[in-house]
């Protein structure tokens, strides 16, 4: 009798119990989707990425080895102009930084261009970098170097307006580089950059912000492929001819190197209408085709390539008065294309692979697991409260 009525209120206790966990696991399987994985689908606070790319063969030059056509700046103390094949490598790093919140990240990327090595004549030699902090000569490896600063919405990817800085001068030696308006110029901007957003469509085009002409590009989806298992969509962005005469400096004055006066002799330019000893005033453009390979679900950048071509030109190649081989005159000042090594492709794949995991666990095993199991639980309460109310009655 004692056994009997134990096993009543055992009964009636473990079916409304069963019940209960199975109904909180079913409520676990709605919320976890519409309430955990949006929190997942955020730019990390903590994102800190290095990316490197190097100058590949494409068929500017006869050496594999030294791919790239690059402008001798020494070459301005010289009786001629001089363009020399070379190696180059690219390296970015980009962080988070403050001010960084729930709502908004704040990323600044540092980026430097080098030149390895060069072809000397039949040699091909490599390039000091120079010390760091010193006087730097016209001859050292260093071609370029920027510091970046932008806020994006955590949620979008897309710049929030709050800040968006960028530094083509050395910012001063224990100055963070928000910081530091002195040498910073203004650079606004629409386009995603160095994270896509989520959930990146077939088929669409998004504007893509780039640093060289300080502009929106639109990206347009061209196809898609799979890079070390993971499926990638390829998204080409073609930048205008800019002169670079008209781009923003810190001092408010043109770059230093977007435009040189040389006599026509220097140039090598000859023909009808032009004095050898005639100072010719160059400006330097420059165009790209940018190409980016986007992991869908994340927004990460897989890989990357860009077509990089600047030149020297007559500002005055339109006007008819000036002297046809003027008009008619280019020279490369950057010819290259760059494209991310190897191991930056495993990085980033390692990388997107893992918030795919995560986002799956939120959107599928942890929903589906909830729940089959809540049901199942959630059943035999049903059940087991179902038999102890006829048991009673």
Request: charged share 20%; hydrophobic share 35%; glycine share 8%.
């Amino acid at each position: 009798m004692i056994n009997i009525r134990g096993n009543q209120i055992s009964s009636r206790v473990l079916g409304p119990l069963l019940l209960f966990l199975g109904t909180l696991l079913l409520t676990t399987a709605v919320a976890v989707p519409l309430a955990l994985v949006p929190r997942l689908k955020v730019v990390p606070l903590d994102l800190d990425i290095t990316t490197v790319a190097t100058s590949n063969p494409a068929g500017l030059t006869s050496n594999d080895e030294v791919p790239a056509r690059v402008f001798d700046r020494c070459s301005v103390n010289e009786p001629k102009l001089r363009v020399f094949d070379a190696h180059l490598t690219q390296q970015r790093r980009t962080v988070a930084i403050d001010p960084s919140d729930q709502d908004q990240v704040t990323l600044q990327s540092a980026q430097t261009v080098v030149i390895d090595r060069v072809r000397d004549d039949a040699e091909i030699v490599a390039v000091d970098l120079g010390e760091q902090d010193a006087k730097r000569p016209c001859g050292d490896g260093l071609l370029a170097s920027s510091v970046d600063i932008v806020s994006l919405d955590r949620r979008t990817s897309e710049p929030n307006g709050q800040l968006h800085q960028l530094h083509t001068v050395p910012v001063p030696t224990g100055v963070e580089a928000k910081d530091s308006l002195d040498t910073s110029i203004d650079a606004p901007r629409d386009g995603f950059q160095y994270h896509f957003g989520f959930d990146i469509e077939h088929g669409g085009t998004y504007p893509y912000y780039d640093v060289n002409s300080r502009s929106d590009q639109p990206a347009r989806f061209v196809g898609e492929t799979t890079i070390n298992g993971l499926h990638a969509l390829e998204f080409v962005s073609e930048v205008p001819e800019v002169d670079q005469t008209q781009l923003a400096t810190p001092s408010g004055f043109p770059a230093l190197g977007s435009s040189i006066e040389m006599p026509a002799k220097w140039w090598g330019i000859r023909g009808p209408g032009v004095d050898p000893e005639e100072k010719v005033l160059m400006h330097r453009y420059g165009t790209a085709t940018r190409r980016v390979w986007i992991e869908p679900k994340t927004g990460t950048v897989l890989y990357g390539s860009e077509d990089q071509h600047q030149y020297f030109k007559s500002p005055g190649w339109e006007d008819p008065s000036l002297a046809q081989p003027i008009r008619d005159f280019r020279v490369d000042a950057l010819n290259t294309t760059m494209s991310w090594t190897d191991s930056t492709v495993e990085q980033q794949t390692s990388r997107a692979g893992e918030y795919i995991d995560q986002l799956r666990i939120g959107n599928v095993i942890v929903p589906w697991t909830a729940g089959i199991v809540g049901a199942v639980l959630a059943g035999a309460g049903v059940f087991l409260t179902f038999r102890a109310a006829r048991r009673r009655s």
